[in-house]
């Protein structure tokens, strides 16, 4: 039997930006989220096509409207004494009262650095066989070995005392656990045969648009930081520019930037994660660069300029994120040998270990050791240019001569093998067999957007354009968890529900 269980989920309103922090208002509409409950909780003199007798609203504070907990979902749904009607003398039905329900208790455990699952159980007072039916259930769903430490899990037990329990603790009902704020694990005691299963209950959330904008005084890192950017979508931001960018050398002290993105919130406004960087532009010494986030009838995603051009080139300059140039191309004194001696690349030092990405889609040439190189990956791409990468701490899983790759792909990590002083990168691009500056060869561009395709960029580019001109006037736009749903500006949201 399925019960809907009604929740307070608030919708988003639309507020004004302050300092670049995100702050949220809340309605009171409604979803519906849906649970099982034990067939046994069904009345032996309700029929199946009736309402049961619970309702969803049983499951949510009514004074304070907050959300059950799944324990107290999983204890709503516990078995009831269900009340029988009875035939009178006079022909007419009577109700035999029903005994009152068992009432679960409740405890709660922390993972430790060296806990196992088993053991945790075990030592809150589960017996063994309930404890592995509970574990073998999970498996599918979500493993164990995945628990951190500092995971907190609640457990559920009944009660009433059964044969070879433990002395104050009934069987176990319900082990419960959120490994991440979009998801909970729930895994319940189906019947007396002590069988248990588990599933994924994913968490309700909203979409919500936010805008940033900053200048940069020292890097754009620092400047994004400072008006609460989250990593993945600076990350994004700066492997879409980085085609055109060199952001060692060409981000200057007053550079501006913009970014409109998507973040998912659950129903308290906290964030689960992000989602695509809509739009980006950097303004590098008063030139103003858009970039507009549009997915194509196929399905492939990418940045576009205004006009539909591909920001994405056939190679990327700097294959590498967060790394600092240390030494550019031409000649210089060598800081090993100690004489001047052309260096034929550039130079990204990073801490060992940092990914290293393939710089476009090619073949592997060579994966291997390659004298003063250290550890060593050659790609060739296309006829005409090839991409070299030195002194590797390790290569990228499945990384060997004759693979293809595709750009952006992890073809190695930074080390130091080699004739090399510290960790770092060095990158080389060949053309037609000769090491040229990849910081200023020219690079053909990507695909540009055929003539079809231009009518729903350009209505794309102008729905982006609008919000980005809201938020910029102090609006920050937001979208109800509803498949069809209008953005909100403010002062248009209701507590209606969707």
Known sequence: MRFAKRVS????????????????????AQITQSFEAPAAAQSPAQSPDQT?????QDLVTPASGERASPL??????????SALTLP??????????????????????TVARGDTLMKLLIGAGVEPAHAHKAVTAMEPVFSARRLMPGQEIDLAFAAEQEEGSSEDLGALLAVNFRPSLDRDIQISRLDANEDFSAEVVERPVARQLAFAQGTIQSNLSVAAREVNVPNPVLTEAIRAYSYDVDFQREIQKGDEFEFLY???VDEDGAMVRTGELLYATMTLSGSRTELYHYERANGDADFYTPEGASVRRSLMRTPIDGARLSSGFGMR???????????????FAAPSGTPIYAAGNGVVEKAGRNGG??????IRHGSSYKTAYAHLSRYGKGVKAGVRVKQGQIIGYVGTTGRSTGPHLHYEVVLNGK?????????PRGDKLKKNEMADFAARRAEIDRQVAIAMGGILMVQRACEEAEPIEQGSATDNEC
Do not use: C
């Open 262 to 264: 998507e973040i998912f």
């Open 435 to 443: 090491q040229v500056n990849p910081l200023k060869v020219t690079l």
């Open 88 to 109: 009178t003398q006079d022909g007419a039905e009577a109700l035999e009262e029903p005994e009152a329900g068992p009432t679960a208790i409740t405890r709660q455990i």
């Open 9 to 28: 989920f608030p919708a988003i309103l639309a507020i004004p930006l302050v300092g670049g922090f995100v702050a949220a208002s809340w309605s009171n």
């Open 52 to 56: 049961p007798t619970q309702t969803p």
């Open 72 to 81: 107290d979902q999983q204890q709503a749904a516990l078995p009831r004494a």
């Open 333 to 347: 004194k060598h800081p090993v040998l100690g004489y001047s001696k052309m260096h034929k690349g550039t130079d």
């Open 373 to 378: 190189y250290g550890k060593y990956v050659r």
